[in-house]
């Protein structure tokens, strides 16, 4: 009912920036939140950054000052941007929406930061 697919993700030094977007297509009614999740090789899956309906946002601690989520309804869109990227960012970036009972993924973006 919802499809996912991100982009944006690559490789790029520490200290750069990066923005990842997440197109949203599907039923798009009754979506409480949109997303942004990332894994780390071994490490359990996080949640980075999150948009509400209402547009409040909320951040993990260790991104905080450095990315921000927002949303284009026009374009149904939600994107991450990222900023004074460090090593420990490296992971792949999952987009997620949770709609009614459901929760949809996108297939995920690789992000590397280089030291």
């Known amino acids: 009912q919802v499809q996912l697919v991100e982009s944006g993700g690559g490789l790029v030094q520490a200290g750069g920036s990066l923005r990842l977007s997440c197109a949203v297509s599907g039923i798009l009614t009754n979506i409480a939140a949109m997303n942004w999740y990332r894994q780390a090789p071994g490490k359990q899956r996080e949640l980075v950054a999150a948009i509400t309906s209402g547009g409040s946002t909320n951040y993990a601690d260790s991104v905080k000052g450095r990315f921000t989520i927002s949303r284009d309804n026009a374009k149904n869109t939600v994107y991450l941007q990222m900023s004074s990227l460090k090593p420990e960012d490296t992971a792949v970036y999952y987009c997620?929406?949770?709609?009614?009972?459901?929760?949809?993924w996108g297939q995920g973006t690789q992000v590397t930061v280089s030291s």
């Open positions: 997620h929406v949770s709609r009614l009972l459901w929760n949809y």
